[in-house]
Protein backbone atom coordinates (compact mmCIF):
# COMPACT_ATOMS: atom_id res chain seq x y z
CA UNK A 1 0.00 0.00 0.00
CA UNK A 2 2.71 2.20 1.57
CA UNK A 3 4.45 2.50 -2.65
CA UNK A 4 2.07 0.91 -4.69
CA UNK A 5 -1.58 2.22 -3.96
CA UNK A 6 -0.25 5.82 -4.61
CA UNK A 7 1.93 5.08 -8.06
CA UNK A 8 -1.60 3.44 -8.93
CA UNK A 9 -3.49 6.47 -8.24
CA UNK A 10 -0.93 8.79 -9.87
CA UNK A 11 -0.84 6.69 -13.34
CA UNK A 12 -4.17 5.93 -13.56
CA UNK A 13 -4.91 10.15 -13.05
CA UNK A 14 -5.78 11.20 -16.68
CA UNK A 15 -7.30 14.38 -17.98
CA UNK A 16 -11.12 13.81 -19.22
CA UNK A 17 -11.84 13.21 -23.04
CA UNK A 18 -13.07 15.40 -24.74
CA UNK A 19 -16.15 14.02 -26.21
CA UNK A 20 -16.74 12.16 -23.00
CA UNK A 21 -15.69 14.11 -20.11
CA UNK A 22 -16.75 11.80 -17.70
CA UNK A 23 -14.22 9.39 -18.96
CA UNK A 24 -10.46 9.45 -18.15
CA UNK A 25 -8.27 10.24 -21.84
CA UNK A 26 -5.93 7.68 -21.30
CA UNK A 27 -3.77 8.95 -23.57
CA UNK A 28 -3.73 12.34 -21.62
CA UNK A 29 -1.70 11.26 -18.23
CA UNK A 30 -1.81 13.99 -15.35
CA UNK A 31 1.26 12.61 -13.73
CA UNK A 32 4.85 11.06 -14.63
CA UNK A 33 5.53 8.51 -12.00
CA UNK A 34 9.62 7.96 -11.57
CA UNK A 35 11.32 5.95 -8.99
CA UNK A 36 14.17 7.63 -7.15
CA UNK A 37 16.04 5.99 -4.54
CA UNK A 38 19.56 5.49 -2.92
CA UNK A 39 20.71 3.53 -5.52
CA UNK A 40 19.12 2.74 -9.17
CA UNK A 41 18.33 -0.67 -9.83
CA UNK A 42 15.83 -3.38 -8.36
CA UNK A 43 14.77 -2.88 -5.13
CA UNK A 44 12.92 -6.12 -3.02
CA UNK A 45 9.73 -5.22 -1.13
CA UNK A 46 7.88 -6.77 1.49
CA UNK A 47 9.06 -8.43 4.55
CA UNK A 48 12.58 -9.88 3.73
CA UNK A 49 12.28 -8.99 0.65
CA UNK A 50 8.97 -11.67 -0.24
CA UNK A 51 6.98 -8.73 -1.54
CA UNK A 52 7.33 -7.29 -5.46
CA UNK A 53 10.60 -6.09 -7.22
CA UNK A 54 10.57 -2.45 -7.85
CA UNK A 55 13.08 -0.71 -9.92
CA UNK A 56 15.03 2.38 -8.93
CA UNK A 57 15.34 4.46 -11.96
CA UNK A 58 17.00 7.44 -10.56
CA UNK A 59 19.21 8.27 -7.25
CA UNK A 60 18.39 11.01 -5.21
CA UNK A 61 20.86 12.92 -5.89
CA UNK A 62 20.39 12.82 -9.98
CA UNK A 63 19.35 15.97 -11.67
CA UNK A 64 15.97 15.01 -12.49
CA UNK A 65 12.41 17.34 -12.71
CA UNK A 66 9.66 16.11 -9.81
CA UNK A 67 6.97 18.31 -8.46
CA UNK A 68 5.68 15.93 -5.97
CA UNK A 69 7.76 14.05 -3.88
CA UNK A 70 6.02 10.75 -1.61
CA UNK A 71 7.98 8.43 1.01
CA UNK A 72 6.96 5.58 1.61
CA UNK A 73 7.22 3.61 4.90
CA UNK A 74 7.82 -0.24 5.52
CA UNK A 75 10.44 -2.09 7.10
CA UNK A 76 13.17 -0.36 4.69
CA UNK A 77 12.85 2.51 6.61
CA UNK A 78 14.30 1.17 9.79
CA UNK A 79 17.71 0.67 8.16
CA UNK A 80 17.94 4.18 6.38
CA UNK A 81 16.39 6.29 9.23
CA UNK A 82 20.24 6.61 10.76
CA UNK A 83 22.21 6.23 6.85
CA UNK A 84 23.36 10.05 6.54
CA UNK A 85 24.36 8.80 3.16
CA UNK A 86 20.43 8.34 2.28
CA UNK A 87 19.29 11.44 4.30
CA UNK A 88 21.21 14.26 3.08
CA UNK A 89 20.09 13.96 -0.52
CA UNK A 90 16.47 13.13 0.15
CA UNK A 91 16.32 16.35 2.39
CA UNK A 92 18.00 17.83 -0.74
CA UNK A 93 15.21 16.14 -2.87
CA UNK A 94 12.43 17.52 -0.31
CA UNK A 95 13.24 20.84 -0.94
CA UNK A 96 13.51 20.44 -4.47
CA UNK A 97 10.07 19.57 -4.64
CA UNK A 98 6.69 21.47 -4.47
CA UNK A 99 4.61 18.93 -2.14
CA UNK A 100 6.40 16.36 -0.20
CA UNK A 101 4.06 13.75 1.85
CA UNK A 102 4.94 10.37 3.12
CA UNK A 103 2.49 7.64 4.42
CA UNK A 104 3.65 5.08 7.13
CA UNK A 105 7.02 4.74 8.73
CA UNK A 106 7.84 7.25 6.07
CA UNK A 107 7.14 9.75 8.43
CA UNK A 108 10.24 8.95 10.32
CA UNK A 109 12.62 9.09 7.12
CA UNK A 110 10.75 12.65 6.25
CA UNK A 111 11.75 13.70 10.50
CA UNK A 112 14.92 13.06 9.89
CA UNK A 113 15.00 16.17 7.16
CA UNK A 114 13.46 18.65 9.18
CA UNK A 115 10.76 19.33 7.47
CA UNK A 116 8.47 18.10 10.24
CA UNK A 117 10.27 20.32 12.92
CA UNK A 118 7.22 21.92 15.08
CA UNK A 119 4.62 20.23 13.07
CA UNK A 120 1.49 17.65 13.53
CA UNK A 121 2.61 14.59 11.90
CA UNK A 122 0.91 10.93 12.34
CA UNK A 123 2.27 7.58 11.15
CA UNK A 124 1.12 3.77 11.72
CA UNK A 125 -0.05 3.15 15.01
CA UNK A 126 1.78 -0.74 15.16
CA UNK A 127 5.11 1.27 14.36
CA UNK A 128 4.25 4.31 17.00
CA UNK A 129 7.08 3.20 19.35
CA UNK A 130 9.44 3.57 16.84
CA UNK A 131 8.75 6.64 14.99
CA UNK A 132 8.37 8.85 18.28
CA UNK A 133 11.76 7.60 19.52
CA UNK A 134 13.19 9.82 16.29
CA UNK A 135 13.93 13.66 15.82
CA UNK A 136 12.06 15.36 18.92
CA UNK A 137 11.00 18.29 16.70
CA UNK A 138 8.05 16.90 15.63
CA UNK A 139 4.79 17.63 17.47
Known amino acids: MDLFGPIQV ?8 AKRPSMPDTTKPLYRVITIGKEKGPIATGREGAGPVVIVEHNL ?3 VDFEILLIPGGGGTRALIDDHEFVEPLTAACKKAKIVASLCTGEALLSKTGLLDQNPATSNKTSWNWVIRQPKGVD
Not at 10 to 17: K, L, R, T
Request: glycine content about 0%; some cysteine.
Open 10 to 17: FNVACAPD
Open 61 to 63: DDD
